[in-house]
């Protein structure tokens, strides 16, 4: 296929579009230079120690954090806390719901020697079940939005629950993307490379005060948890602004940036009202073509912060998106375990509606031209 060259006027001012890492924007760029004196520092010290504390103290009033609830912050992502959850919350046995790659993996960290088999409900990619109270679960798992797949959930208690069962909700790609009341979870986790653009190295917890007393209550009993695993132990070091290891101070200082712009706009609400609107602009966009169709069809599941779309089988997504990614239009190929003929564009609250427009232009611009 000879090179399609997209005209500038048409390219988006950030080519950033990755559901992985998301963009870093020169504002925190800059507030990272400007506090590098911290890099390399002890994480023992005040001046990390405080970093620490504003994050905590912004993720607090970001999120509306009802009495009693903490932040916790620890070594690792959330591929690290589905094996914390396993280790330090799960008393016998946990509840799943499977929609996609990464509610997936977080069943098979619940498949342990000390644990019950899990009662996963599993649906394929692009739908999404729902749950039904068991009658001896004592932790309820799900992604609050499936990375790999476009499909968002609802944070809410299930009905009917044994009482004291937690609610534990991977939310690392929804995490500033998506409104949603932190009363309805008990564990609502997250690593901060997505909405809150910043780098790797750390996942953070919003904790209800029921999930401080069963991960003290797991503690206690006999069972072997490493100290990476630990949750208690991350609770005590986050309560001293402080992680079990040296924390990734980079990461937490993009992080702070980002928080103090997303609290500038109006916080969470304004935040997911923004992000619900860029992801409007694709399907309304693939609505009005009769060759690109949302992956999920059931409008009320389709995610605000990553968006997927299957094209007609005469188009080839990969020389779509090998066109773009040519004109500097980068990380919209799909999920690639899902194998589709699709396009995965991340909607973060990082993405200005601008860049969003001057996308589907240029994806216009290319779609004429295969």
Not at 221 to 228: L, M, S
Not at 246 to 270: C, F, I, V, Y
Not at 284 to 305: G, L
Request: hydrophobic share 40%; net charge negative; proline share 5%.
């Amino acid at each position: 296929m000879a090179s399609i060259d997209i005209p500038t006027k048409l390219l988006p001012a950030d080519g950033r579009f990755g559901a992985g890492p998301s963009r870093v924007s020169q504002a925190q760029l800059q507030h990272l230079v400007a506090n590098a004196a911290v890099l390399g520092t002890s994480h023992r010290q005040a001046p990390v120690k405080e970093l620490v504390a504003r994050v905590q103290g912004m993720l607090a009033s970001f999120f509306s954090l009802p009495e009693g609830y903490e932040v916790a912050l620890g070594n690792g992502g959330s591929t690290a806390f589905w094996d914390i959850s396993a280790a330090s919350l799960a008393r016998n046995r946990s509840a799943h719901l499977s929609f996609g790659e990464f509610g997936n993996k977080c069943v098979k960290a619940h498949t342990t020697p000390w644990l019950e088999t899990p009662h996963t409900v599993t649906t394929d990619p692009g739908t999404r079940g729902s749950f039904e109270a068991v009658a001896g679960v004592d932790l309820y798992a799900w992604p609050h939005n499936e990375t790999s797949t476009g499909v968002s959930t609802e944070v809410t208690r299930v009905n009917g629950a044994d009482e004291g069962a937690l609610m534990v909700v991977d939310a690392t790609s929804a995490a500033g993307g998506i409104d949603f009341d932190a009363r309805q979870a008990d564990v609502y986790y997250f690593a901060p490379q997505k909405n809150f653009a910043s780098d790797g190295g750390l996942w953070f917890a919003l904790l209800s005060p029921a999930a401080i007393a069963r991960a003290t209550e797991v503690a206690g009993t006999d069972r072997y948890i490493p100290d990476f695993l630990s949750l208690t132990q991350a609770i005590d070091n986050s309560r001293l602004h402080q992680t079990l290891n040296t924390p990734a101070l980079t990461t937490l200082l993009l992080m702070e940036a980002q928080l103090e712009w997303m609290l500038s706009l109006g916080g969470l609400r304004a935040t997911g009202a923004h992000c619900q609107a860029s992801s409007a602009l694709l399907y309304d966009w693939a609505d009005s073509r009769d060759d690109v169709t949302p992956f999920v069809t059931n409008p009320d599941h389709r995610s605000p912060v990553v968006v997927t779309l299957d094209l007609a089988d005469h188009l080839d997504a990969t020389a779509l998106t090998s066109a773009l990614r040519a004109n500097g239009i980068v990380d919209t190929e799909p999920y690639r375990k899902l194998g589709r003929n699709q396009i995965r564009v991340a909607t973060f609250a990082g993405v200005p509606h601008s860049d969003i427009e001057k996308l589907i232009q240029s994806m216009d611009y290319v779609l004429e031209r295969l």
